[in-house]
T-cell receptor, first 113, second 116 residues
């Protein structure tokens, strides 16, 4: 089955700096890669996703890059703000069955004011 | 966007009793819903896939007789934890696939279960 590894497990940055979280996956059949933000005790919220037919996607301060050959994808957050502090999960799945995603272990991001 | 509601948000029950958690898609029909379990500071682990009108598909290692899943309508799936034990205490989250948004899944608010 799919195996997703996420690094780092914790990340602390100063407000205004950039944050990068990286994930690798094992199953070359995976073609859908969402990123979720989860605040303590709350539901995961989709913040950005990318499909394997593109290499990069950007939405304001958030971007995701995908390297299919190397089987890794990364989340980039620029101009970080304290409200960006949360746990971020990457996931990988086959597009038509996104609910069966394999999730990374999560990265706790702390943005210091 | 699509809204998925989960109830109750928190529940405390005694060992040996059963607890039911509901997951509803409020503004769309969800033929498929998913149930996850999340321990503190850990990732989401898929427990089962709930299909409307048919039996749920359980992931390896998940006891189907302990975690009963029913998907009786296109907007409601339920998870019943039977004969609950303290080790069943966890955060349970459902999600539903919204086919009109490219198969994006939307999560419920989650339910904290504490078994005492």
């Amino acid at each position: 089955g799919e195996n997703v590894e996420q690094h780092p497990s914790t990340l602390s940055v100063q407000e205004g700096d950039s944050a990068v979280i990286k994930c690798t996956y094992s199953d070359s059949a995976s073609n859908y890669f969402p990123w979720y933000k989860q605040e303590l005790g709350k539901r995961p919220q989709l913040i950005i996703d990318i499909r394997s037919n593109v290499g990069e996607k950007k939405d304001q301060r958030i971007a995701v890059t995908l390297n299919k050959t190397a089987k890794h994808f990364s989340l980039h957050i620029t101009e970080t703000q304290p409200e960006d502090s949360a746990v971020y999960f990457c996931a990988a799945s086959i597009d038509t069955n996104a609910g069966k995603s394999t999730f990374g272990d999560g990265t706790t991001l702390t943005v210091k004011p | 966007g699509a809204v998925v509601s989960q109830h109750p948000s928190r529940v405390i029950c005694k060992s040996g009793t059963s607890v039911k958690i509901e997951c509803r898609s409020l503004d769309f029909q969800a033929t498929t819903m998913f149930w996850y379990r999340q321990f503190p500071k850990q990732s989401l682990m898929l427990m089962a896939t709930s299909n409307e009108g048919s039996k749920a598909t359980y992931e390896q290692g998940v006891e189907k007789d302990k975690f009963l899943i029913n998907h009786a309508s296109l907007t409601l799936s339920t998870l019943t934890v039977t004969s609950a034990h303290p080790e069943d205490s966890s955060f349970y989250i459902c999600s539903a696939r919204y086919s009109h948004s490219g198969n994006t899944i939307y999560f419920g608010e989650g339910s904290w279960l504490t078994v005492v």
